[in-house]
């Protein structure tokens, strides 16, 4: 095995609050991704309605940005353990319900409420990664987690189909269930201080909403995933929707072609994450990312002019390896660029501006899609992935620079923006400061060891 590998697999056994949320997010991931399917079908085949669907679509993600845009401070000021504890039995509830709602109305509602617990539970994970392993072993947690649930995003549906040919969306829903409520489990296993290093304190709701769009502007590693994966989010609303009528009517493959291409991206997206730690380690994050995005625009591009289903699902499998590199990357890049105390607003932030850019990008490309037909849109979706690899490449090497000045490697150049958002951190942290004075000491966290002999 190699040795990156086997570091990788270490970390499970070196770490064991990291092995508890490693745990939890495979579960809950299997069981979201198996439970999608099932709830896509269950909405269809109760209204046979393209628009309900579409009803279903928006219920998921829509939360995900308000949340975002506007309640992304409460994932800094409240207990992140106590958060993604609740989130999860939000979800339990709603999956527990669903087998016993008939009205469509009422399931779009319930996938609502659950797509509002995601938004909280996604930023909170990622934002408390970093404190759970070493620095130097972000990359490999990173990977870890983002290779289970693009495992979870291939073998979900699977699952679902057996379940769904086997007993209706029932079953599904409830082992959906059983998943959040083992989810839960295994997170209040992990000490709330490991986390979470400090909580933000607060100065006024909206100042706090502020705060966060500020960080990401004036960080040059948020604003470099900020513009480059929007770039991309307009480039994967038209894969994702010009998809179906590529496979189906320009390769002429039906269903099961269109189910050989899913599987040959998920595939991929398995390939990039789980490799990408060592490549980092290797090449480094500018070569890295910016190579993914470019690997992401030639491989749809050549797929868009494949003669065959085949030929198509190689080379969008190969695109897709660059995909699941390049969400590592933004991963590290925001863990690395955001405090711990302003993390999950950042990511809170940065998750909502990609969902509102895929979301329009995929009403845009249902036209593009009409008009001018699949192979274009993908052709064109494979031209924005370059363009978001250009503007990856500079922006990654001045991510660099600033790592550099903050160390003293290099003389420092602030521009106002930059001062601005540092002097806002340093008010912050002196408001910490004071706080922390006033409050009584409170003990390291020291794990408990088992008794030798």
């Known amino acids: 095995m190699p040795e990156r590998t086997t570091g990788r697999l270490t970390l499970l056994r070196r770490h064991r609050p990291f092995r508890l949320l490693f745990l939890a997010t495979a579960g809950s991931a299997v069981g979201t991704y198996l439970a999608a399917l099932a709830l896509s079908v269950d909405i269809f085949d109760r209204t046979g309605s393209g628009r309900w669907l579409a009803a279903l679509l928006i219920a998921d993600f829509l939360p995900i940005v308000v949340i975002g845009l506007l309640l992304g401070p409460l994932i800094d000021r409240l207990q992140r353990r106590r958060l993604m504890i609740a989130s999860d039995l939000v979800r339990l509830g709603v999956f527990a319900a669903l087998p016993f709602v008939h009205d469509p109305v009422a399931i779009v509602a319930l ?8 938004g909280f539970f996604r930023p909170a994970v990622w934002a408390g990664v970093p404190n759970l392993v070493d620095d130097e072993e972000l990359e490999d947690a990173n990977a870890m ?20 040919a086997a007993s209706g969306p029932g079953l599904a829903y409830g082992v959906n269930a059983v998943t959040f409520l083992v989810s839960a489990l295994l997170v209040a296993r992990i000490p709330a201080r490991a986390l979470q290093s400090e909580q933000s ?20 590693s948020l604003l470099t995933v900020l513009l480059v994966w929007n770039t991309a989010a307009v480039a994967t609303a038209g ?20 189910g050989f291409l899913v599987a040959a991206t998920g595939v991929g997206l398995v390939i990039g994450s789980f490799f990408s730690s060592a490549a980092l380690g290797r090449f480094g994050m500018t070569r890295v990312y910016g190579g993914a995005l470019a690997l992401m625009g ?32 933004n991963q590290v890049l925001v863990q690395r660029g955001a405090p711990d105390r302003m993390r999950g607003r950042a990511l809170a932030v940065l998750m909502s501006t990609y969902y509102a850019t895929l979301g329009l990008g995929m009403a845009g490309a249902g036209i593009l899609t009409d008009v001018a037909g699949a192979r274009t849109t993908w052709a064109l979706a494979g031209c924005v992935y370059l363009v978001a690899s250009l503007v990856a490449f500079p922006m990654t090497r001045r991510v660099r620079a600033e790592a550099e000045e903050r160390i003293g490697l290099r003389p420092v150049a602030r521009t106002a923006g930059v ?16 706080e922390a004075a006033q409050r009584p000491r409170k003990l390291p966290y020291i794990p408990r060891r088992r008794a030798s002999g």
Request: net charge negative; charged share 10%; with cysteine.
């Open 111 to 118: 996938a609502g409420v659950n797509g509002i617990a995601t």
């Open 145 to 164: 987690l983002s290779t289970v649930e693009h495992l979870a995003w291939v073998l979900g549906p699977v699952v679902a189909g057996a379940m769904l």
């Open 201 to 220: 304190l607060s100065r006024g709701h909206w100042s706090d909403v502020r705060d966060g769009l500020g960080l990401v502007l004036g960080s040059r």
């Open 239 to 258: 894969v994702n929707v010009a998809e179906v009528v590529f496979a189906k009517d320009d390769l002429g493959s039906g269903n099961v072609g269109l």
């Open 298 to 329: 030639v491989g749809f591009g050549a797929a868009s002019a494949a003669p065959t289903i085949a030929v198509a699902a190689v080379l969008a499998g190969v695109a897709t390896i660059g995909n699941g590199a390049a969400i590592v990357c």
């Open 419 to 434: 001062q601005r958002i540092q002097a806002l951190m340093l008010e912050i942290e002196q408001a910490h400061m004071r």
